[in-house]
């Protein structure tokens, strides 16, 4: 059985910083590209940042420049490091990984449960 467990959310004043920690865990096989979407109360989920197995990057507009995605394949772990924090960065943020489990030939998507991060005024 494959796993992704988030670490790292919690309460912070606007224009502090936060590090996420996504670990997968299980039978893999391999990790292609592992994410981080982020959901708002009433709001749809959004991505927020990609990265590929070989470290190619993506982020959404809105978090360009405040934001750093990066991976440690042998810990299968991925992070999000979040600086200059604003209140609309609040969200539930879950973790994603495109990963081929051994017991399988074709890759899936994982999700993780998701962590709260909240940003105060």
């Known amino acids: 059985q494959v796993q992704l467990v988030e670490s790292g959310g919690g309460l912070v004043q606007a224009g502090g910083s936060l590090r996420l920690s996504c670990a997968a865990s299980?039978?893999?096989?391999?990790?292609?590209?592992m994410a981080w979407y982020r959901q708002a109360p009433g709001k749809e989920r959004e991505l927020v940042a990609r990265i590929t197995s070989i470290g190619y990057t993506n982020y959404a507009d809105s978090v360009k420049g405040r934001f750093t995605i990066s991976r440690d394949n042998a810990k299968r772990t991925v992070y999000l490091q979040m600086n200059s924090l604003k209140p609309e960065d609040t969200a539930v943020y879950y973790c994603?990984?495109?990963?081929?489990?051994?017991?399988?030939?074709?890759?899936?998507?994982?999700w993780g449960p998701g962590t709260q991060v909240t940003v105060s005024s």
């Open positions: 299980g039978s893999i096989a391999s990790i292609n590209t």
């Open positions: 994603n990984a495109d990963l081929r489990p051994t017991y399988s030939i074709h890759p899936d998507v994982y």
